[in-house]
């Protein structure tokens, strides 16, 4: 079975200052990992994507994830934070060995940058 | 843009009713999964189709069914609607060449299901 927590409903940031948006996840092999952010009203955006190698991985907008096989999280972050980031952010994960695609998603946390 | 078209934006109906949603994937893409959002159950998995088959089924009522066409467009179909169907629907599509591949999946931007 393969399960996605994001621990923080609402993440407040004020504009410049660096973000994380937490996530942890339990597989019983090994993860595959996805960020994705909903604008109101739109679709699923990917960000970015954890397979192998370098656990820290870049993606779109300037974000970025750093991968923890220890503490089983995969926390997304930007060094500074613009009033356009503000929206729903979704954490997921898949099993590598599952042999679908199918994607388990976190329940989503908000994130508000202030002016 | 994501690439991904699904068609209608809203629909709103009574309940008992059936509804057919379509979903178009990005050229190219084999898989095409179909997702519930509602404010109670979050984002949930319903069912995915590769090139025409079946391969995963989630949380999928009996109610619900959906296929894969051989153009690779696919169809959700909901029927005997009840007001806690009422969600934001959404299909993905990503190419996977084979089972398990680790390729993103791309969304459509959803149907609003309203059942009154």
């Known amino acids: 079975a393969q399960s996605v927590a994001q621990p923080e409903d609402q993440v407040n940031v004020a504009e410049g200052n660096p973000l994380t948006v937490k996530c942890t996840y339990s597989?019983?092999?090994?993860?595959?990992l996805f960020w994705y952010v909903q604008y109101p009203n739109r679709g699923l955006q990917f960000l970015l994507k954890?397979?192998?190698?370098?656990?820290l991985v870049k993606g779109s907008y300037g974000f970025e994830a750093e991968f923890n096989k220890s503490q089983t999280s995969f926390h997304l972050k930007k060094p500074s934070a613009l009033v356009s980031d503000s929206a729903l952010y979704f954490c997921?994960?898949?099993?590598?060995?599952?042999?679908?695609?199918?994607?388990?998603f976190g329940g989503g946390t908000r994130l508000m940058v202030k002016p | 843009d994501s690439g991904v078209t699904q068609t209608p934006k809203h629909l709103i109906t009574a309940t008992g009713q059936r509804v057919t949603l379509r979903c178009s994937p990005r050229?190219?893409?084999?898989?095409v999964y179909w997702y519930q959002q509602s404010l109670d159950q979050g984002l949930q998995f319903l069912i995915q189709?590769?090139?025409?088959?079946?391969?995963a089924k989630g949380n999928i009522l009996e109610r619900f069914s959906a296929q894969q066409f051989p153009d690779l467009h696919s169809e959700l179909n909901l029927s005997s609607l009840e007001l806690g169907d009422s969600a934001l629907y959404f299909c993905?599509?990503?190419?996977?060449?084979?089972?398990?591949?680790?390729?993103?999946?791309?969304f459509g931007p959803g149907t609003r299901l309203t059942v009154l």
């Open positions: 993905a599509s990503s190419y996977n060449r084979l089972a398990g591949d680790d390729n993103e999946q791309f």
């Open positions: 597989v019983s092999g090994n993860p595959y």
């Open positions: 954890y397979i192998t190698g370098d656990n």
């Open positions: 997921a994960v898949r099993d590598e060995d599952n042999a679908g695609n199918m994607l388990t």
């Open positions: 050229s190219g893409d084999l898989s």
């Open positions: 189709y590769y090139n025409g088959e079946e391969r």
